[in-house]
């Protein structure tokens, strides 16, 4: 297969989508006085979905993030309530697509956790989780929810495993053990049944989830992938990455064959991250560099060039990362096709920036708006787990989007105990590389201790008692 290098030609052609535009909201409409964090970690700090905008926050011990209900734009009061119950810095944070109200986190103190956000938001800190999950020996980078099954989530560390955890019972049924550095992103296809990931050992890799099989590795020598994105149904992966000669660059590939890249495409010199994003209902892509103010996007078709450029949105605010509404909270009468929501983090901003295709009629516009994935799951998970893939159930968005969602998140009762995966203790002592991991052995371990002292007590008590009561039959009288 040959490597196609994309000419610097424009690609004159028509395009529903070549005249769509950026637009920024007014302050108004913004979110104001945020201490974003500073974490130099290469994520978005930021979630959204219809009814929460969630950010992580700078904070002094521990890690914390804001979770904002929509309507409530403006200046944020310093002291506005928290999520506050990790014992690290905050990495990554997920809502979960079908249940609105669930969001999970994952930290620096090697924990996934997941929180129950109450109806209106925040009125006091949140501290206490629903579920906290434990497997991971070193710091958790990454989390992603599975885009058809309810309640299966997937958290990569910096051990090097990627864990499928079950929620329904707490506990993680399957680890992906493939990877030999950090995994730097995680990207499913439509159905979830492969899931591809980009690794600090500079592989791409398509992975099959449930049995950890590596179905197809491309050792990017050419180009050190970054970010990959599933094409929808194209069988087409994108990634980000640096050339050779340390440009910003995007690479194409046939998810069935990783030898070759399908194109190759130089963006620009800047040495910042590029994030991709996808949006299958139109095919566009969208470029965004982490530490400039610039989003590019691109329509992605079958045939040859397969990538068109269409234009560039362009602001002088630096971005740090960026949310993206899903489909069914953006605004239809206004053609809106896609929002990101953007972290200004000298200004403590978070900028709503909509995509919007110019049209004349107030009429809907069925062209731009095919069925959407939709709020409910395809598969339970031990329906995914036994095997079935299916597609995602599908949703208009012609009537706006009302219907909340009836699902509730039922946490598990657990008991503490070892996490075995593959007959492999995840919780079993792993010498700590740094100072801070010393520590945060140490406190775990203090905390370890303190709960088996009170236990020990509770059954001295408990002993103490029977001694009295076997002494008290022992001295009743005999009944004749």
């Known amino acids: 297969m040959t490597v196609t290098k994309m000419s610097w030609r424009p690609q004159y052609r028509s395009s529903k989508f070549r005249n769509v535009y950026g637009k920024v909201a007014n302050r108004e409409h913004c979110f104001d006085g945020i201490p974003i964090t500073k974490n130099v970690h290469d994520n978005h700090f930021c979630a959204v979905n219809a009814r929460f905008l969630a950010i992580v926050t700078e904070s002094a011990g521990g890690g914390s993030f804001l979770v904002i209900p929509l309507e409530q734009t403006g200046r944020i009061e310093p002291n506005y309530p928290k999520v506050c119950g990790h014992q690290g810095?905050?990495?990554?944070?997920?809502?979960?697509?079908?249940?609105?109200?669930?969001i999970a986190s994952c930290s620096e103190d090697t924990s996934v956790r997941i929180w129950e956000i109450p109806e209106g938001g925040l009125k006091r800190n949140m501290t206490e989780a629903l579920l906290e999950l434990h497997g991971h020996s070193r710091r958790v980078g990454l989390v992603e929810w599975h885009p058809t099954t309810n309640n299966i989530l997937f958290s990569a560390g910096y051990?090097?495993?990627?864990?499928i955890w079950n929620l329904d019972v707490g506990e993680p049924v399957k680890m992906i053990d493939c990877h030999s550095d950090v995994?730097?992103?995680?990207?499913?296809?439509?159905?979830?049944?492969?899931?591809?990931?980009?690794?600090?050992?500079?592989?791409?890799?398509?992975?099959?989830?449930?049995?950890?099989?590596?179905?197809?590795?491309?050792?990017?020598?050419?180009?050190?992938?970054?970010?990959?994105?599933?094409?929808g149904n194209m069988k087409r992966l994108l990634t980000t990455g640096v050339s050779r000669w340390n440009t910003r660059q995007i690479a194409l590939w046939d998810q069935e064959d990783l030898s070759m890249p399908l194109i190759e495409e130089e963006i620009d010199g800047l040495s910042g991250l590029l994030f991709p994003f996808y949006d299958a209902d139109t095919h566009m892509l969208y470029l965004a560099g982490k530490g400039d103010g610039n989003i590019r996007y691109y329509e992605?078709?079958?045939?040859?060039p397969y990538l068109s450029y269409l234009m560039e949105f362009r602001s002088p605010a630096p971005q740090k990362g960026l949310g993206v509404m899903p489909k069914h909270g953006l605004d239809v009468s206004a053609c809106e096709v896609f929002r990101f929501y953007k972290l200004v983090t000298l200004k403590g901003l978070i900028e709503p920036i909509s995509m919007i295709v110019p049209r004349r009629s107030d009429s809907y516009q069925e062209d731009i708006y095919p069925m959407t994935p939709g709020t409910e799951p395809a598969l339970t998970p031990d329906e995914w787990l036994g095997g079935i893939n299916r597609d995602p159930v599908l949703m208009s968005l012609k009537e706006g989007y009302k219907k909340s969602s009836k699902m509730v998140f039922k946490a598990p009762i657990k008991e503490k105990k070892s996490v075995v995966v593959n007959g492999i203790d995840l919780l079993e002592n792993v010498p700590p590389r740094t100072e801070n991991e010393l520590l945060r052995m140490f406190f775990r371990q203090q905390d370890e201790i303190r709960r088996l002292k009170e236990e020990l007590a509770q059954k001295d008590i408990r002993i103490r008692q029977l001694q009295l009561e076997l002494k008290n039959l022992r001295n009743s009288p005999k009944n004749c």
């Not at 051990?159 to 864990?163: E, M």
């Not at 992605?300 to 040859?304: F, G, L, P, Q």
Request: charged share 25%; proline share 3%.
């Open 89 to 102: 810095n905050v990495l990554d944070i997920k809502w979960n697509p079908f249940i609105d109200n669930i």
């Open 300 to 304: 992605i078709s079958t045939e040859k």
């Open 159 to 163: 051990d090097y495993k990627v864990l």
């Open 183 to 231: 995994i730097l992103c995680m990207s499913f296809n439509t159905d979830g049944s492969l899931l591809a990931t980009t690794c600090k050992d500079k592989k791409l890799r398509v992975i099959e989830p449930r049995s950890g099989r590596v179905l197809q590795e491309a050792s990017c020598k050419n180009h050190r992938v970054n970010r990959v994105v599933f094409l």
